[in-house]
């Protein structure tokens, strides 16, 4: 870990092996089937966990771990993990796992409480982890009905760069507990494919790495820009980054919800977005089949895959990881993906657009300025509490 200003920062490191996983149908028997081989230590990090069959799976899974003398440490939002039963929570507490709740609910602190843990993350034994934007929840693996879970994408990574999420788990468990994590040391076998790889951090208004990192590789792609975001509420500097680069005759485009979503309202802030963009030539897809819950970036070979949403909520608030690569050969299977979500999305024309009803237009300004609202109460918040007293 490199120091930097008095922040740290995760360096480039090779001796990798990445495989994106797509659904909750091919990435949860994936995350099982290494849980069932767990030996010495599992490590879960994650802010949604929801009673239900996924999440039955998962604590079966657990339990039948701990019983073989793994060690198991548990890290849940405490906000994300609310729609997780007592009876859940006790089949973990009574049979040795460590469970832990970030940043407890409290009434007298309002603003404190939008300090959530967004990260997803699970490493087994030092040898494999899983890393991206699904929670444990029956949302993305729907009980016989495929065509409704959400479409979400899970990064299983082997190599060197386990170090680190290992490191960082252990960090944000300390910061939670109070008190430093009793994972046993073990050495990370790096993997016999070769890719670079880091990790890259947000951790509320003090720390924007992840879209930092995004601008800067923005400002020096060659041939395309794809990005995937469930909640395109993006900050001023990306937004004109993106303009800049599309009028260059760089192939921008951005894949967010259609007419399906978790928070209807957010679509319709961020459309206010649109006008802009797509004048300078910016192409937007609306995704149609499902809710798209993915979180990606692409920039020529360099790829960003995690728990940020890109959305300025996000980024003043929560703590997240994106795993960051570059690879060309690992970049065209990313772009086999996202051509067939966008073969599956409607594209929104700048001539349409233009024409769209009025009450739209209404309603895209209304939950733009909402949204604006609570970012500046947010920040004065951020600010009296960061400013020294005389």
């Known amino acids: 870990m490199a120091k930097y200003k008095n922040k740290y920062y995760y360096p480039w490191r090779d001796g990798n092996r990445f495989e994106l996983l797509v659904d909750g149908?091919?990435?949860?028997?994936?995350?099982?089937?290494?849980?069932?081989?767990?030996?010495?230590?599992?490590?879960?990090?994650?802010?949604?966990?929801?009673?239900?069959?996924?999440?039955?799976?998962?604590?079966?899974?657990?339990?039948?771990?701990?019983?073989?003398g793994v060690n198991i440490f548990v890290l849940l939002d405490d906000y994300g993990s609310m729609g997780l039963k007592q009876a859940d929570r006790e089949r973990l507490q009574q049979?040795?796992?460590?469970l832990v709740f970030y940043n407890p609910l409290r009434l007298r602190n309002l603003f404190h409480n939008l300090r959530r843990d967004h990260r997803k993350l699970i490493i087994i034994d030092a040898t494999v982890a899983f890393v991206g934007g699904a929670g444990i929840t029956?949302?993305?693996?729907?009980?016989?009905?495929?065509?409704?879970?959400w479409h979400e994408f899970m990064l299983r990574i082997e190599g060197n760069v386990l170090q680190d999420w290992l490191e960082l788990f252990s960090r944000t468990w300390q910061k939670a507990t109070g008190k430093p994590s009793s994972l046993p040391v073990l050495a990370v076998a790096p993997s016999s494919s070769n890719?670079?790889?880091?990790?890259?951090?947000?951790?509320?208004f003090g720390r924007q790495e992840i879209n930092r990192s995004l601008i800067k590789r923005c400002r020096t792609a060659e041939r395309r820009i794809w990005?995937?975001?469930?909640?395109?509420?993006?900050?001023?500097?990306?937004?004109?980054?993106?303009?800049?680069?599309?009028?260059?005759?760089?192939d921008v485009r951005i894949l967010v919800p259609g007419p399906i979503s978790d928070h209807p309202w957010v679509s319709h802030a961020s459309r206010g977005y649109y006008t802009r963009l797509l004048r300078a030539g910016v192409r937007i897809f609306e995704y149609q089949p499902r809710f798209i819950h993915a979180k990606l970036q692409l920039c020529d070979s360099w790829i960003s895959i995690g728990s940020s949403n890109l959305d300025r909520w996000n980024q003043h608030w929560?703590?997240?990881?994106?795993?960051?690569?570059?690879?060309t050969v690992f970049a065209e299977k990313v772009v086999t993906v996202l051509e067939k979500d966008f073969n599956n999305s409607i594209e929104i024309l700048y001539s349409d657009w233009r024409i769209r009803p009025l009450h739209r237009r209404m309603r895209e300004w209304f939950w733009g300025r909402f949204v604006h609202l609570v970012e500046m109460l947010g920040r004065h918040y951020w600010r009296k509490k960061t400013t020294p007293r005389k």
């Open 138 to 149: 029956d949302d993305f693996a729907r009980p016989g009905l495929p065509d409704k879970s």
């Open 95 to 98: 049979n040795g796992i460590q």
């Open 195 to 204: 890719l670079l790889g880091r990790i890259s951090l947000a951790e509320g």
């Open 25 to 68: 149908r091919q990435f949860y028997p994936c995350i099982l089937d290494a849980i069932k081989e767990a030996e010495k230590f599992i490590c879960l990090e994650t802010y949604l966990m929801e009673s239900g069959k996924i999440a039955s799976r998962f604590i079966e899974a657990l339990l039948a771990a701990r019983q073989r």
């Open 318 to 327: 929560n703590l997240d990881a994106n795993q960051e690569i570059d690879d």
């Open 227 to 250: 990005i995937s975001t469930p909640y395109f509420i993006i900050s001023r500097r990306l937004r004109r980054t993106l303009r800049k680069a599309a009028r260059q005759r760089i």
